[in-house]
């Protein structure tokens, strides 16, 4: 059956009605997961034929349509959500600063970044925030509105609850990305790209095993340890990365978005590395 046929004949209203947030969602989950077809009250299907997707390209191009408008529409519930929040109210708890004269907007720091923060916009060194999981990230750490501050008790994800299935995730595109990065490079390498998203110098006790070992403030109240073992020929062990969390870090992100701003942590580092001077 074809998505975009089932799509064709909503209203393509995105009135949620269905219990999925766009149209497109729902086309989807009738033809991926077997939704009934009639949850909108306001398909046609008369005379309706069902062809199947011609290729695995189709079904990879409908999954990234998808995942683009859930996105959005969490964004822009997200948005909602913090529309009703005061800002004034919540800075401090949040690391950030705030304006009374600006009441709508907090600033703050995210990987090295400048962040103004409004209720309906981000702006990320003074541009316009275009990736919609930034925003999911953003919206999400503010609206927690702040809770128990770090504390310099760091541990693993594993110790996280529920955090089975999230660590294969942060291990691929995060740990793993970061060794490749600094295998086989100078241990300055890691200080140097550090400073320019606001990193310093960890517990010499905790890192005193690591080659390597940064901790990096990905939000004001989101510290991230990074530890990095060079790898060692002679017994065949390949390069490492671990990084760890506040113990708290819970009261500021859930797991997904946490999973996610290590990521970012990551794909920072490398872009930062690619304009390195040689």
Known sequence: MNPMEILHRTPKTNCGECGHPTCLAFAAAVTRAGAD???????????????????????????????????WALVKYLQEKVSKIDFGSIASSVGASWNEHDHDVLSLRYLGQ??????YEILLSNDKAVDPRDQILLYNYVHSCGGRKPDGTWIGLESLPNSISKIRTLA??????????LSGKPAQLLTDLGVQIDGYEGPPELGSTADASLIVPVLPMLPQYLLFWEEDTELGIEA??????????????????LVFSAE???????????????
Not at 172 to 181: D, F, M, V
């Open 37 to 71: 077809i009639n949850l909108c009250p306001y398909i046609d299907l008369q005379g309706m034929a069902v062809t199947p997707l011609s290729s695995k390209k189709d079904l990879d191009h409908l999954d990234e349509q998808v995942s683009g408008e859930q996105d």
């Open 114 to 119: 400048e962040v103004k923060l409004g209720k």
């Open 172 to 181: 691929t595109y995060c740990e793993k990305k970061i060794a490749k990065l």
């Open 240 to 257: 490492k990365a671990k990084v760890l969390f506040d113990h708290n870090v819970l009261d500021f992100l859930d797991l997904e978005s």
């Open 264 to 278: 970012r942590f990551a794909e920072r580092l490398v872009q930062l590395e690619k304009n390195e001077p040689q």
